[in-house]
């Protein structure tokens, strides 16, 4: 990951626009992760034979969306570290071009 | 079980203790000042602090709860895997790098950043010592009963060896000790739950063909405190009798008796195919008083240990009650929740020097957590399918199916067991720590404290909430309170993310509503808690069906609470 540091204030702070679109990235994100967590609970809960169903490779939906969970959160935080440092990256360029 | 003492498991624990208690000295030099102290000066680099919110996190009851309850119901355990981890999410996206902008030593740091109010910070110590303590309970009860087998000390030893080896660690160094401590626990806990997890895959399955393996099974508990199987006392000599191992396969795919290694995909087909065998116990008391539990074999599709809804907690989900799966939503919710609210993680933020480092060591722990809670799976049905465990063994799966691979690696994950217990509560000594002498003593009742003294009571803080820790590890012992962490996780969420979320993200946020929503909250969960059913049956050894709350997670209720008593109480105290 490449570090950020050009876009923070004297005490290391992050600045305020920066801090506002990460947050606004982070918001988007979880939203999409509660989403797909909130479908695998909701089938546990209310419809959990459908759990026992085996879409390929002769391994049931429960493993396959419960590692694909866990694999999401993954690639949903690298995608975030990812848009972060980009956002970073863009707004020196504004600077810059200013 | 009978456990036999191993001198190399023995020499392997006394090497960890030593390697951990010299680190801590070693970095005593770092914890001079405040910021020293309690937050390792904010020092520490992302992808250390990484590994030590692995180390942090995956306590007791991830390492040896979760493999223990696979292992004995299957896929259900695998659904705490989930939400533990899925609370990771909220600490990266909401929380992370807002907390670490507006904080310093605690979380209360960020809650009043803006208000400087006494009350937020009362409640807040309030509500990070009552979690502490209630996650710091089982952590103490399962350091005794890991130190049973591993030394053949009596429990309460094991307590109190935990108890002054943490203590030891967290007056030398603080948090910089701990931080250490906790990525060496992380780390090692992560490479050698992989090496085990490929030894499994190495081995394979094998399928069990002797008739008498399907043999029912009796075990007596006199008054006296003797075990007896099938009427013979327990033990491993000749005339004695052996505990059946916690489940077995009966028949594999195309009746071969050995499948050789597997694929980590091929694992879960193979077994699916299979079919396995497990037990139905059934408790009556005999004529002298005497607990006599037996054990008939139930032999099941292996289809059935891989999908929701077998665990006696998580039955209900297959049936119509609506009750249950009201307590399953309310758990996953909790779990969910949770994770960013635990008082011993937020504190973690401090420890590096900015918001990116924070946002960089988050992604490093959902990393190593996530990876670690996959291969929770293939150890937790490895114990089952191995014979490592038998019917009595829920906490030591691990270390006992590594026992299995032979001495050295049970010493080993043994060892790194026992410093999973060391990390995590080393981790809450020193958030309850900071909460008592940063928010109580300097905030609430403004003591007028210097560095130097504040790092002294900090210090004896840790002592004394160390001593607390293992009266009550001691005291708690004859009690089955793995409970208690999905309990510390449902305060937390109530009393904590409501607050942490609307401060950060609502500008019409007042102190009064923040203080009000921790009360209401932490109080709320607790009381629920202490009327549910659960309570009834685990600690007043009363009828569940005799509860007063309908369901026992509170979380669904008590987490919206926390929400709806912040935006009302705002609201009404919004400056005009």
Known sequence: ?????????????????????????????????????????????????????????????????????????????????????????????EERAR | MIHQTSSLAVSVFLAFVAVTLGLSFFLASRARSAHGYFAAGGQIHWFINGVAFAGDYLSAASFLGICGMIAFYGYDGFLYSIGYLAGWVVALFVIAEPLRRLGRYTFADALDAKFHSRGIKLAAAASTLVVSIFYLIPQMVGAGVLIQPLLQLPHW??????????????????????????????????????????LILQRGFVAVTDPSAMRSQTIERTADGQTRIDGVPKGTGEGEGRLRSVGHIRRLPNGVERTGPVGPIEFFRV?????????????????????????????VEGAAVLRPGQAPMFQGLRGDAIAPKIDFLSLMLALFCGTASLPHI????????????????????????????????????????????????????????????????????????????????????????????????????????????????????????????????????????????????????????????????????????????????????????????ESFAKIYGLPAEQAWVPFSQPGIVTIPLGFAVLVIVSLATRPR
């Open chain 1, 1 to 93: 990951m490449v570090s950020d540091s050009r876009n923070r204030d004297w005490n290391g702070q992050a600045a305020p626009a920066t801090a506002r679109r990460n947050a606004r990235y982070g918001g988007v994100l979880f939203v999409c992760y509660l989403a797909v967590y909130g479908i695998f609970v909701g089938i546990n809960t209310f419809h959990p034979t459908l759990m026992d169903g085996v879409p390929f490779a002769g391994v049931n939906l429960a493993i396959w969306f419960g590692f694909g969970l866990i694999v999401s959160a993954f690639g949903l935080a690298l995608l975030y570290a990812w848009l972060c440092r980009e956002s970073a990256a863009a707004r020196d360029s």
């Open chain 2, 346 to 533: 937020l504190i973690r933020y401090y420890t590096v020097k900015d918001e990116a480092a924070a946002r960089k060591s988050t992604v490093v722990g959902i990393a190593s957590i996530g990876f670690f809670y996959m291969l929770t799976l293939y150890m937790g049905l490895g114990a089952m399918t191995s014979g490592a465990i038998d019917v009595t063994d829920s906490n030591m799966a691990a270390p006992l199916l590594a026992r299995t691979y032979g001495e050295l690696l049970f010493a080993v994950i043994s060892a790194i067991a026992f410093t999973t217990v060391l990390g995590t509560v080393s981790g809450l000594i020193v958030a309850a720590s900071g909460a008592v002498v940063h928010d109580l003593l300097t905030s609430f009742l403004r003591w007028d404290l210097t560095d130097h003294e504040k790092v002294r009571l900090g210090k004896w803080t840790a002592a004394g909430v160390g001593a607390v820790a293992m009266a009550l590890g001691i005291l708690f012992q004859k009690m089955n309170v793995s409970f208690l962490v999905g309990w510390a996780f449902s305060i937390a969420a109530s009393a904590n993310l409501p607050a942490l979320v609307m401060r950060l993200f609502w500008k019409g946020t007042t102190r009064q509503g923040i203080t009000a929503a921790i009360l209401v909250g932490m109080c709320g969960s607790l009381v629920w808690i202490l009327l549910s059913g």
């Open chain 2, 157 to 198: 030893v094991g307590v109190v060896i935990v108890g002054a080896v943490v203590i030891l660690i967290v007056m030398t160094a603080g948090m910089a000790s701990t931080t250490y401590v906790q990525f060496l626990k992380g780390g090692l806990l992560v490479l050698f739950s992989t090496i085990l997890t490929v």
């Open chain 2, 271 to 299: 077994l699916r195919e299979s079919e396995v065998v497990l037990w139905k116990a059934e408790t009556r008391k005999g004529a002298d008083g005497a607990a006599v539990t037996t054990y008939v074999a139930n032999p």
